[in-house]
Every structure is written in C-alpha cells, then in structure tokens.
C-alpha cells in the first residue's frame, strides 16, 4: 500500500491515493454510464465517492521489491524513478454507493450495527432466489465487508451520501429515450446498451458483483489503468499531447508528475 498521497487525473475522473484509500472525484457529465444501466442526464459536479483500495493477493511487487508496509516503509520506485504504483488493484466492499435509508443522517456505522448490516447482506447474498443472476454463485466475488471506516455510502460528498436528484430537463430527456427503447428495443446493435453488448461499464468503475479489479502499468511516458471488466483500459500520456477530435468512451486523459503526485 501506498502511505504517499498519489493523484491520478482520467479525463474527467480523479483517483486519489493514500494509505490505501481511493476517492474518485468525477464530473460525471451528459450520458455518463454508471455502473451497468444508471445514466445520468445532467451534469453532476464534484459526486465524491470513498472506495477502500487494497492489494489483491495476486499483487505484484514493485520494481524494487517493496511488498509490505512497515515502520521502515519507504516510496517505491520505477527503474527510472517515477513512484511505483504497479500492480494488480481490488476494491470490492459491500458499502453501497448511496446511503441507505435506514442510515439517513448517520456517516459511519458502530462495530455493532455494521456486523448486523454485513450478515444479513451476506445472508441475502446466499438466497439465490433473493438475488438472482445470470451468472452462477460461484462466478460472483462481490466482496464480504465494508470499508475500513464502516462507512455507510461511497458517496461522501454531497454529504446525505445520496445521488443528486435528476432536473426536470433530464427526467424529461430520460422518459424520452426510455419511451423510444420501448418502441425499437432491437432494430439494431445501437439499440443495445453499452454493457449488455460488453463495449464499456463506465468510468468511474465501481464495485459490482463480480472483476472488481484494476491493473495499473507504467512507463516513462504513460500510466494505463485496465479494468478487469470488460478489459476496459485507460490511456494516460505523460508527455503534454494536445487532446485530439476523435471523441473516446471514458473521455481524453492527460497527465503528469509534480513531484511525486500524478496529477
């Protein structure tokens, strides 16, 4: 884990690392995809989600070797002297992306209330009748806690940890486009959503019930973010490149180092 705050700017998506915590600070803008079917159809700005970040057991060590954090942890380094942040990433929790009702007003949960809340999620999870999927069981790997700090949304900002209520542009924009799939569900591929036909899951990735994986690569001049699902990969040159015409599903990624933040 990384004890050196690390920022990690994709597109309109911001990832931010410290301590193995992982915030993502994204404009999520016009049909911004979240998760496998939630589009928003306004501009939301600044929607903060908390997500614990920690080392799946597959993780690679760094180039220099550094594989566990102690009191003589130092910041590991690339063989040309870039921070390391390579490796294999997993952020599977049972924290809900909003805040459930139930928790209205409360940020974080007592040991005693988050052990009551994780057995009955894992209870419910065991019921295949009560949540049905079109994969096996064993294929799911939705994660068995919460966050470190019990928290009780992803969404830490706005602080009712709720999705902000669509406009009365965009619920009217929304109807329209549902009303149209209505009428031409299949006319062609186009008429398919993204993630049904397996082309994009959206950016910012978040936990689901299964890939929950992120695998981050470095060289000199790029840092690539693949995620697991879909094997959607993100591209981020560090060379100062103009942002060219050609529009991209997660948007234009740029980068660079100030000091040891990528920013």
């Not at 566990?68 to 990433?89: C, F, I, K, N, Y």
């Not at 040159?237 to 599903?249: C, E, K, M, T, V």
Request: aromatic share 8%.
């Amino acid at each position: 884990m990384y004890r050196e705050a690390s920022i990690v700017v994709c597109g309109d998506v911001t990832h931010f690392w410290a301590d193995g915590i992982v915030c993502v600070i994204g404009a999520l803008r016009g049909c911004g995809v979240i998760g496998a079917s939630l589009r928003l159809l306004v501009r939301v700005s600044a929607v903060v989600l908390g997500l614990v970040l920690t080392a799946a057991s597959a993780m690679s060590q760094s180039a220099n070797g550094a594989a566990e954090v102690g009191s003589d942890w130092t910041l590991p380094r690339t063989a040309w002297g870039d921070p390391d942040m390579q490796g294999v990433w997993d952020y599977r929790t049972m924290t809900p992306l909003q805040r459930p009702r139930e928790f209205s007003g409360k940020t974080v949960l007592s040991d005693e209330e988050a052990a009551a809340y994780t057995a009955r999620r894992l209870a419910e999870a065991a019921d295949y009748d009560r949540s049905p999927s079109v994969h096996a069981k064993w294929w799911l790997d939705p994660g068995t806690s919460l966050t470190e700090d019990k928290r009780t949304s992803l969404i830490v900002d706005p602080p009712d940890g709720r999705i902000p209520s669509l406009t009365a542009a965009a619920k009217r924009r929304n109807a329209a486009r549902g009303e149209y799939r209505r009428a031409h569900p299949s006319d062609g591929a186009d008429n398919r959503g993204l993630s049904e036909r397996c082309i994009s899951f959206g950016t910012p990735r978040l936990p689901g019930g299964y890939n929950n994986n992120y695998h981050i690569l470095q060289t000199p001049n790029y840092v690539v973010i693949v995620s697991e699902m879909v094997h959607d990969t993100r591209v981020v040159p560090l060379d100062g490149r103009s942002f060219p015409d050609i529009a991209q599903w997660h948007g234009e990624a740029r980068g660079s180092w100030e000091g040891d933040t990528l920013v």
